[in-house]
């Protein structure tokens, strides 16, 4: 098991930027898959980007392509995501989410949740 603790969400105008981290404590961060989801209000989870142990492979979901930012800092612990040009649609809470593989977080089988963190773009 791995911990997770998000952090950076707030409120911000749309075209405005914010940059959420994920702090992780526990078992080897490195050895981790780490993703980010959200949920807006009456809808599901869905994944945002995600990023391999190496930093290998990153995947970003069609919506936030060229917009946002995943990285990571192995020596830290801590997943980023960069979020930039944020739409009214981008409101939701953000979940930081780690497993044991790259295939596992881009189907949504994840093994660790952070607690979340609301973002909310006024229009």
């Known amino acids: 098991q791995v911990q997770l603790v998000e952090t950076g969400g707030g409120l911000v105008q749309a075209g405005g930027s914010l940059r959420l981290s994920c702090a992780a404590s526990?078992?080897?961060?490195?050895?981790?898959?780490m993703g980010w989801f959200r949920q807006a209000a009456g809808k599901e989870r869905e994944l945002v980007a995600a990023?391999?142990?190496?930093?290998?492979?990153?995947y970003y979901a069609d919506s936030v392509k060229g917009r946002f930012t995943i990285s990571r800092d192995n020596a830290k612990n801590t997943v980023y995501l960069q979020m930039n040009s944020l739409k009214p649609e981008d409101t939701a809470v953000y979940y930081c989410?780690?497993?044991?593989?790259?295939?596992?977080?881009?189907?949504?089988?994840?093994?660790?949740w952070g607690q979340g963190t609301q973002v909310t773009v006024s229009s």
């Open positions: 989410a780690a497993a044991g593989a790259f295939s596992l977080v881009v189907t949504n089988r994840v093994e660790n």
């Open positions: 526990g078992r080897t961060f490195s050895n981790y898959a």
């Open positions: 990023k391999s142990w190496s930093s290998g492979r990153t």
